[in-house]
């Protein structure tokens, strides 16, 4: 029933800005909510974490460049990317830590260089 759907993804240059979106259909409460990243060849990363609504961490690889949030009358989360870097190329996926909803499609980031 719950629903994760990524999108906002695409190429970008180094130092560009991307917003990505996380719509949780089947919620409604997307206090504790994450981005996680995967690029080829490497684990699933967590980046970016909302707690309890307002309560954010970062990935030290992130930090100062990117920011969790939400609209809760949306029930969707979103991860500002600023600055990003050849090494953030990734697929993009959120999800809930204490759940673990069923993972959506991701989407992909491509930073070139």
């Known amino acids: 029933q719950v629903q994760l759907v990524e999108s906002g993804g695409g190429l970008v240059q180094p130092g560009g800005s991307l917003r990505l979106s996380c719509a949780a259909s089947?919620?409604?409460?997307?206090?504790?909510m994450a981005w996680f990243r995967q690029a080829p060849g490497k684990q699933r990363e967590l980046v970016a974490v909302?707690?309890?609504?307002?309560?954010?961490n970062y990935a030290d690889s992130v930090k100062g460049r990117f920011t969790i949030s939400r609209d809760n009358a949306k029930t969707t989360v979103y991860l500002q990317m600023n600055g990003l870097k050849p090494e953030d190329t990734a697929v993009y996926y959120c999800?809930?830590?204490?759940?673990?909803?069923?993972w959506g499609q991701g989407t992909q980031v491509t930073v070139s260089s």
């Open positions: 999800n809930s830590p204490g759940r673990n909803y069923r």
């Open positions: 089947g919620l409604v409460k997307i206090n504790n």
């Open positions: 909302l707690t309890n609504g307002f309560s954010t």
